[in-house]
Structure formats: structure tokens, C-alpha cells
């Protein structure tokens, strides 16, 4: 399925007005402004320069929408697909369903993440292109640096809303419903960092709905006793990342106004940044208790995250940028560990039954 949605956007991005130039920078930026100005650094901002294959193939023209869409850069589809990965784990497991049904459900999200993704990242740059501007990092974007017009901007955002309406019509009434009820999060959320301190909460609460719609795909509704406390630990988790990664734009945010948690948080990001660790471990904690998982899970996602976490809060210097991205990198591994604990469970208990 994933090959025919992906030729389709290839012949409509071929259909439309022909471009200059490709222009766009491959990473997406969560804003950020408050009480500290910090220093600049004179490291360079860690993005890659081009497309690599297969995408680099494709087209020219096809260029800006791909860097729209974030297409080259899998972290931000990646950090949406691991909630879904952690609850159908977690569902198979509890409700002792077959492996094929567990891989299926977990290939799906991969393609419904990368969609949902690249819808959100359009949205984000339609509202943010006069702040990306003003931004070191992002005012390469095709919207920003006008490699491409809102007009068309909005005729590819269209085609994505398409092909993800038509992923997510293939589930169960009650996650097509749950699913549809976290669009306008997508659209206020470029709006928040306007206004709060506190966009990444706000990024959370979307980020990491695959926490409760990967449970409701195998079993509508979810059981809240877990899929709860796990949506808890990925909106904790969210915080913890995307607060490093917007300490990448503290000093141009702070010019911009701009407002984020990095800002607000300024000096006292480890201690408040190691409480929400704390948070999204005993929600972690209290998953494996509530699903009855066994020792790798615990091992795996709630030991190693802890180790992970730590060591990253420890090793972080926050006026560093590629410092910072590293530590943003490391949460995904954060991420995977997770993934590998509810998986190892999930195989273990299927090898022993």
C-alpha cells in the first residue's frame, strides 16, 4: 500500500508549477523565547545538505515539497511511530494475539506515522513562515525562502489529508474516530509557541496519540489501565526531547519571540528535565504492572531508558547546538528501547507458551 500512496504524490508533485530552484532545510524546528538571553555558538547547525537515494532521484521539482514534508529526515516520523510500536506490543501481548497480526498493525502505523508526520510538518511551515525567517536553521524552508507559494503549499497539503483519510479508513470505527479527534491539535499547536511556554506540552499530547491508537486497532476501546499511563510516559518523554532540540534555537527564538520550554526552563533544564524523566519511567514502571510484562521489559525499557536518560542530562551542554542534537538523537534511542522491552516481552512470552 505504501508503494502505490508514494506514486501517487509522485505524479501529482509532477503536475504542479515548475520550480526554480530546490531549496529547504531537512529538519524540523519546535520554537522557542523567555526570561535568558542565551550566547551563540559557533557551531554549525547539524542538517544534512541534500536528498540522499532514493529520493535524491526524484525529480527536481519534486525537491521542496519532499523537504516540506520532511521526507529526508525519518527522526520526526520515527519519534511518532514508536508510541504506536510500544501499544501493539503491549495489546498482542495482553491479549494474546498471533505475531502476524502484531507485524501488521506495527507496519501499518510506519505508514500512517510517516503520513501524519509530513501532514503536520506542512501545517507547521503554512503558520510558521514568517518566524522561520528569522531563524538560523529554518529559514531555508520551501515556504521561507519561497521555493514554493502557500497556494501551492496548500494543494500538496490537500493530497496528504487524501492519502491519510484513506489510511486511516481502514481501522476500526473507534480508532478512526480517536484519530480523527487529534487533527485540531495539529492545527493549533504552530500557534502555541506564540503564546506559551509551553508548545512541546501541547506537541505531546499529538505526538504520542499512537499510544491509544495502536491499542484500539487490536482491541476498541483500549484498556485505559494501560493505554493511559503509557500516553503519560510519551507525553513526558516529548517534553524531554523536544526540549533539548528547541536549546538548539534558544538565541535566534529569544530574537524571534519565540517561546519554548528550553527558554523557560533556561539553567534549570536538568533538574526539571530529570523530574519528567522521572515521570515517564514510573508511568513505564506501572505499564508493565498494569499489562503483567515481564523482566526484559523492565530491563530493557524501564532500566535502560533510566541509564539513557541519565547519561544524557549529564552530558548535554545546553549552549552547544550539536550538543544538543546529540542529546535529541539519544532520546530516540530512548524510544527504541522501549520499543525493544515491550517486543522482547511480547516474543518471550509467545517462545514460552
Known amino acids: 500500500m505504501s508503494s502505490a500512496l508514494f506514486g501517487l504524490s509522485t505524479s501529482y508533485l509532477r503536475s504542479l508549477l515548475v520550480q526554480k530552484h530546490a531549496a529547504g532545510t531537512p529538519t524540523s524546528s519546535t520554537p522557542s523565547t523567555a526570561p535568558s538571553s542565551p550566547a551563540r555558538t559557533s557551531i554549525p547547525l547539524p542538517q544534512p545538505k541534500g536528498l540522499k537515494w532514493p529520493l535524491s532521484t526524484l525529480p527536481r521539482t519534486t525537491h521542496p515539497y519532499l523537504f516540506l514534508a520532511r521526507l529526508d529526515n525519518p527522526a520526526g516520523t520515527l519519534l511518532l511511530w514508536l508510541p504506536c510500536a510500544w501499544s501493539v506490543a503491549i495489546a498482542a501481548r495482553k491479549l494474546d494475539a498471533p505475531p502476524s497480526t502484531a507485524l501488521y498493525y506495527t507496519l501499518y502505523f510506519v505508514v500512517g506515522s510517516l503520513i501524519s508526520h509530513s501532514m503536520g510538518c506542512t501545517v507547521n511551515d503554512m503558520v510558521d513562515r514568517d518566524l522561520d525567517r528569522l531563524v538560523e536553521r529554518t529559514k531555508s524552508r520551501p515556504l521561507a525562502s519561497g521555493a514554493i507559494s502557500m497556494s501551492q503549499a496548500f494543494a500538496f497539503l490537500l ?42 506540552a501541547v506537541l505531546g499530547i499529538a505526538f504520542n496519540w499512537g499510544a491509544m491508537a495502536g491499542y484500539s486497532a487490536i482491541s476498541a476501546p483500549p484498556a485505559w489501565a494501560v493505554a493511559g499511563p503509557l500516553y503519560a510516559a510519551g507525553w513526558c518523554w516529548t517534553i524531554i526531547y523536544d526540549t533539548i532540540y528547541a536549546h538548539q534555537d534558544k538565541a535566534d527564538d529569544l530574537h524571534a519571540g519565540i517561546k519554548s520550554t528550553a527558554l523557560l526552563f533556561a539553567h534549570r533544564t536538568v533538574p526539571i528535565l530529570a523530574a519528567f524523566s522521572t515521570g515517564m519511567l514510573v508511568c513505564l514502571a506501572y505499564v508493565g504492572w498494569a499489562a503483567g510484562l515481564g523482566l526484559a521489559y523492565y530491563a530493557l525499557a524501564v532500566v535502560g531508558s533510566a541509564l539513557l536518560l541519565g547519561r544524557t542530562l549529564l552530558v548535554t551542554d545546553w549552549d552547544d547546538r550539536e550538543s544538543c542534537w546529540r542529546g535529541f538523537n539519544a532520546n530516540v534511542q530512548v524510544g527504541l528501547l522501549v520499543t525493544a522491552g515491550v517486543w522482547a516481552d511480547y516474543a518471550l512470552d509467545k517462545l514460552l507458551a
Open 159 to 200: 493530497l496528504e489529508v487524501a492519502i491519510w483519510l484513506a489510511w486511516l479508513a481502514q481501522f476500526n470505527r473507534y480508532t478512526v474516530l480517536l484519530g480523527a479527534a487529534c487533527i485540531p491539535l495539529v492545527i493549533i499547536y504552530p500557534f502555541m509557541k506564540r503564546h506559551t511556554y509551553w508548545p512541546q
